[in-house]
Structures are given as structure tokens and as C-alpha cells.
């Protein structure tokens, strides 16, 4: 199984300001994913961050507000920019099993926006 | 496109009784399928999955799912609820041939009572 951590674990942040998630993992992996889960909701995928090209993002989701960096195989950030209330959520980085087959979450970083 | 459908946001069940959570998804590709827990703020834990072979798979804590292609269902069970099982749950489904994006259900927040 991977270990996956995740730097901060909970924040509160000013409007208009900008948060750096980190994302550590213990192993290489070739795909790490971002998601975010607003109160009381699933799960929604953000993008998917690719070591030596840019992000993925899913629909409803843009670089200039979510840009994410993944210089190596075991390290990735998600920054959300300029934020407002709505951003409050919880942002999980995940990433693959060897397999292929399932997912690995971190611990999740806890956003609230004053 | 896939999608999942979880039926019941809210379950509630005697301690000892038989934990029933409904998931349905939408797939046009043959499905993986996942049963993630979530504890009070805590990350996700995979719970078990289906990807190929028997239909009736058993995860972690004494609960099982089975897949049943006919009815686009593979509902998550436990003979006997326990105290500790109260958390969030979440169905989630994937296309085959490796790794993909998880799609997520909205989720079931399991209460047990005594």
C-alpha cells in the first residue's frame, strides 16, 4: 500500500488569498489525483496531475484557479487561488495502486474561507 | 458516461442488525466497483472492489458486496452493524483496463444505535 501525505492538514484562509496543498507519497507513481469534497457532498475529481506534462482537469475546473505542479514521481501540489467561501471543502490527493485497479486517499486538507 | 447512484443519504440501524447500503451505477464499459468508508475527519478507506471474477467479493470489517450486472447493482452488506461502523460510505465505479478516474456517489452516512 502507498503512504500518501498531505501538507496542511486543515487551514483557514482569507478571501482573495492563495493555498499550496502538498502531497508526498512513499513510492513513484506515474498518476496522482486531486479531488475535492464540499460539505456534506461526494467527491469530485479535480484533475489528474502527470509527471512531465501539464494537469488534466475535469470539467469545471481551470488552471488559473486550481494550477498544480508535479516536478517527480512522488510529489505534487494543488494551489487554489484566489479563494472565496464556496472553496471550502476538503482537497484529497489520491493516487494508484501498483495494479491499477483501486486508489490510495490522503488524510485530506480541510479548507475554510473567511 | 458513468455515473453511480447511491439510494439512501441517511441509514440508520440497531446495533446487531443487518446493514443494507444501495448503490447503482451507469457504465457502458464492464465496471470496476469500489466501496470506500469514511470516518469522522479522517481520508477514505477502501472498504473492497470488484474488477473481475467472483461476484460476491468480501472487503475489510466483516462487509461484502455483490456485483450483480443485471441489475446494475452492487449493494454493500454486513450481517451484524457494530457501533464502530458508523461513518460515511461511498460507492464508486471505474472503467477497466488499468487505473482510471473513480466516479463517486453521493454518499451514505450509517448511523448505529444501540
Given at each position: 500500500s502507498a503512504v500518501i501525505s498531505q501538507k496542511p492538514s486543515r487551514d483557514i484562509c482569507q478571501r482573495g488569498t492563495s493555498l499550496t496543498i502538498q502531497c508526498q507519497v512513499d513510492s513513484q507513481v506515474t498518476m496522482m489525483f486531486w479531488y475535492r469534497q464540499q460539505p456534506g457532498q461526494s467527491l469530485t475529481l479535480i484533475a489528474t496531475a502527470n509527471q512531465g506534462s501539464e494537469a488534466t482537469y475535469e470539467s469545471g475546473f481551470v488552471i488559473d484557479k486550481f494550477p498544480i505542479s508535479r516536478p517527480n514521481l512522488t510529489f505534487s501540489t494543488l494551489t487554489v487561488s484566489n479563494?472565496?467561501?464556496?472553496?471550502?471543502s476538503i482537497y484529497l490527493c489520491s493516487v494508484p495502486t501498483a495494479g491499477g485497479t483501486e486508489a490510495f486517499f490522503g488524510q485530506g486538507t480541510r479548507l475554510t474561507v473567511v | 458516461a458513468q455515473s453511480v447512484t447511491q439510494l439512501g443519504s441517511h441509514v440508520s440501524v440497531s446495533e446487531g442488525a443487518l446493514v443494507l447500503l444501495r448503490c447503482n451505477y451507469s457504465s457502458s464499459v464492464p465496471p470496476y466497483l469500489f466501496w470506500y468508508v469514511q470516518y469522522p475527519n479522517q481520508g477514505l478507506q477502501l472498504l473492497l472492489k470488484y474488477t473481475t471474477g467472483a461476484t460476491l467479493v468480501k472487503g475489510i470489517n466483516g462487509f461484502e458486496a455483490e456485483f450483480k450486472k443485471s441489475e446494475t447493482s452492487f449493494h454493500l452488506t454486513k450481517p451484524s452493524a457494530h457501533m464502530s461502523d458508523a461513518a460515511e460510505y461511498f460507492c464508486a465505479v471505474s472503467e477497466t483496463g488499468g487505473y482510471n478516474k473513480l466516479i463517486f456517489g453521493a454518499g451514505t452516512r450509517l448511523a448505529v444505535h444501540p
Open positions: 479563494m472565496s467561501p464556496e472553496d471550502s | -
